[in-house]
């Protein structure tokens, strides 16, 4: 009877341990700043070159520093809900209805945008998916993209490292 019962303890103990390490919040507040050594850079195209985040409740705001490879800076503010609702900004009179999503199974932030701009041949959009994930350190913010514009698409993988 002890030992049946030393094992029934021990079974639940593990279970616990396995169902909290699952429902661990993932950190993504803070800042973050792209790792250029890891990430792979196109020419002559805007990237995410710094990006701070709050996550409050099921809010996400967000200050995120675009650069070009001249150094210039273009940053603005997005605040979002985690539960898929769109949500509509101008950025540099630029139209922008982003929507994000948060998958409860590891913690991963989905971010869907459409933004409208005038391009060389007129009005143009950018479709844009982020896959956010934070690695189990909490120290590297990796972001995966899939960009669509002009009929032409752009995968990539940017790195973040937390600063302290």
Do not use: C, H
């Not at 985040?53 to 273009?74: C, F, P």
């Not at 940053?75 to 994000?100: V, W």
């Not at 971010?111 to 909490?138: H, R």
């Not at 120290?139 to 995968?155: A, D, Q, R, Y």
């Amino acid at each position: 009877m002890k030992t049946k019962s030393i094992l029934i303890i021990s079974i639940l103990l593990i279970l616990g341990s396995s169902f909290s390490a699952y429902s661990q919040i993932v950190d993504f507040s803070g800042e973050w700043k792209l790792n250029k050594e890891k990430t792979v850079l196109a020419d002559n195209q805007l990237f995410l070159s710094k990006i701070t985040i709050q996550v409050k409740g099921d809010s996400l705001l967000t200050n995120r520093l675009y650069e070009n490879s001249a150094g210039e800076e273009y940053p603005f503010d997005e605040n979002l809900s985690l539960d898929g609702k769109e949500s509509k900004i101008s950025i540099y009179e630029m139209p922008r209805t982003s929507k994000a999503t948060k998958v409860d199974g590891d913690g991963t932030i989905i971010i869907e945008s459409k933004t409208i701009f005038n391009g060389q041949n007129g009005e143009d959009t950018l479709e844009a998916k982020e896959t956010w994930k934070v690695d189990n350190t909490g120290n590297v913010l990796t972001l995966v993209f899939n960009n669509k514009m002009s009929g032409t698409e752009t995968p990539g993988t940017n790195y973040y490292d937390k600063v302290k």
